[in-house]
């Protein structure tokens, strides 16, 4: 079992992001480790996705760097070949999203409090054709459509209705029915599993690993736009407004 662990929100920050890429790496080499449950030790969110102060007013360099590791985290996780069960165990914005779509299967707190989304375009930003690709892999062409040009974030009902989330389950249920649901999936041999996961997620990873460079520097060139960090800045008052 993987725990996200950095509060208050578990926002995803180049740090996270590269310790996060180092367990998994580790958990990927262990011969013995053949799933693993992705959760939060936040109270209440599973991430809230993107560190956005990682993507305001850094240089250039930073921002190369801050991408790569987005990317990277999400080639592991999509490419695992361990058995990947998200236990949404609070709200999961945009890259925390992203994070439970990568899995093999999610699981979420029934608390309609709870939502999931990409909800990008709220924020005046684009998700990347790979966030758009991994969304439509799971719910089909028009609800990601809809979903993503409304940036929505659907409530934990919602998104279990919309086919984001596998199943709901009472809070305190929640990692059991993870581990049973790990079981079920290691119950298979793990070489016919794996060419299979593969067949089904291998033209997506291939489509960012030919692209690569091109999409970090559309990502630089964007986030460096005055008019796009002047929306994050808004973005980031509005938080805390809301909070006052
Ligand atoms: N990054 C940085 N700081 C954040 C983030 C974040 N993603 N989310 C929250 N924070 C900060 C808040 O500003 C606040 O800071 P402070 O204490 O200094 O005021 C602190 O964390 C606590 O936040 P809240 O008070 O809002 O905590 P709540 O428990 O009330 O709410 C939520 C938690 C629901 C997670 C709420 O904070 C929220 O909605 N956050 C925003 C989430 C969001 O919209 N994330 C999108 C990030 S963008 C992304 O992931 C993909 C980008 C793709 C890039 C494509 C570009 C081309």
Known sequence: MMKLKSPPVNSLSLELLTEFAISLEKLENNRACRGVIITSSVPKIFSSGLDITEMCGKSMEHYTEFWRAVQEIWLRVYSSSMVTVAAVNGSSPAGGCLIALSCDYRIM??????????????????????????????????????????????????????????????????????AAVMAQWLALPDHARQLTKTMMRKPVVDRLVAHREEDIKNFVTFISKESIQKSLRMYMEMLKKRKS
């Open 109 to 178: 707190a029934e608390n309609p409090k709870f939502s999931i989304g990409l909800n990008e375009a709220q924020l005046g930003i684009v998700a990347p054709f790979w966030f758009k690709d991994t969304f439509v892999n799971v719910v089909g062409h028009r609800i990601a459509e809809r979903s993503l040009q409304l940036g929505s974030l659907h409530s934990a009902p919602e998104a279990h209705k919309l086919g984001l989330v596998d199943e709901l389950v009472p809070e305190e249920k929640l990692m059991e029915k993870a």
